[in-house]
């Protein structure tokens, strides 16, 4: 029995003889099939084939790890140093004894949680080696290729998490879309960690809201109107995207709110007659 995962997504499944007949994850329109056609590996396999974790300092208590060279969609995942316990934001399909033992010297881990299905990777063998619960959103459940007791669905709006921090569901991305609010972050002034429920693009003092981001296929105006409401009230100076590169280092707040102001503007305008 091998726990085979997914080439193009991170997305690991089940135990099982042969490789899945198809990756739901990759089939969906928000994600794609790699060119190749589905292709299918084990953590076996990625650290034969030299894939290795690497570790970067992000700020004082934020520590972002990421799969070298790059592998899915560029998986990194953030490390919260939290008075009250460690916890993982996002996660990614390489676990080796490295990864381990440089967690285990910042102090270890007391939980986990995901952005949304994209990031879910092998959460069930991380969850298993740091034995740690998994906070997801119930509405993403169906998502779910590696079912396990250790996942903890919570509904609603919001979570305050048992280290204080709290869970947001914006929803767009995908109906469970949930971002980390770390409100003792950046020196007090509080940091946003959003995977991709909200991006940071190129020009690194705005963001974008989408339904697909390979596919490129927008949210319709009245949901980012919804999400930007949502977070309206929450304090954060910085906000942490989905990858390394992408953070939004000063203001982000109200990189947050103009972004979703310029996507309304360019969703509902109309082409001049
Ligand atoms: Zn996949
Ligand atoms: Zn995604």
Redesign the pocket.
Known sequence: MQKWI?K??G?QFAPGEQPPGA?P??LDER?YVGYNGQEWTTLAQMQQDGFRNEFREHEPHLVGIGTTPTFAIGERALLVQNERGNFLWDCMSLLDDETVMGIERLGGLTGMAISHPHYYSTMVEWAERFDIPIYLHEADRQWVMRPSERIRFWSGETYKLPNGMTLIRLGGHFPGGTVLHWQVGAGGKGVLLSGDIIQVVSDRRWVSFMYSYPNLIPLPAAEVERIRNMIEPYQFERLYGAWFERVVMQDAHDAVTRSAERYIRALKSVPQS
Request: hydrophobic share 10%.
């Open positions: 997914c193009t997504c997305t990756c994850i990759c994600q």
